[in-house]
């Protein structure tokens, strides 16, 4: 199955061309984690992750058809 990805920030330069968009090749069953680890993204610190526009944890399972969006840990106050 096909993922598209999108990359926040400094997760952009993941991205192939730098551009943060890109499109993964996953095996039915992955998870958001495994979608990380084949991008070269460690969980640690934790990062703000989406799945189709709705929040996503490390287990959660990828669906054929769904986009990811990661954001680097948020800072600010």
Same mark, same amino acid.
């Given at each position: 199955?096909?993922?598209? #990805?999108?990359?926040? !920030?400094?997760?952009?330069?993941?991205? +192939? &061309?730098?551009?943060?968009? $890109?499109? /993964? %090749?996953?095996?039915?069953?992955?998870? #958001?984690?495994?979608? !990380?680890?084949?991008?070269?993204?460690? +969980? &640690?610190?934790?990062?703000? $992750?989406? /799945? %189709?526009?709705?929040?996503?944890?490390?287990?959660?399972?990828?669906?054929?058809?769904?986009?990811?969006?990661?954001?680097?840990?948020?800072?600010?106050?």
């Amino acid at each position: 199955m096909r993922l598209p #990805v999108r990359l926040f !920030l400094d997760l952009k330069s993941r991205s +192939p &061309d730098g551009s943060g968009t $890109m499109v /993964l %090749d996953l095996e039915e069953g992955e998870t #958001v984690a495994s979608a !990380l680890r084949r991008l070269g993204i460690a +969980p &640690d610190p934790p990062k703000v $992750m989406l /799945l %189709d526009g709705r929040q996503a944890r490390l287990d959660t399972p990828i669906s054929d058809g769904q986009e990811l969006a990661v954001f680097p840990p948020l800072d600010g106050g």
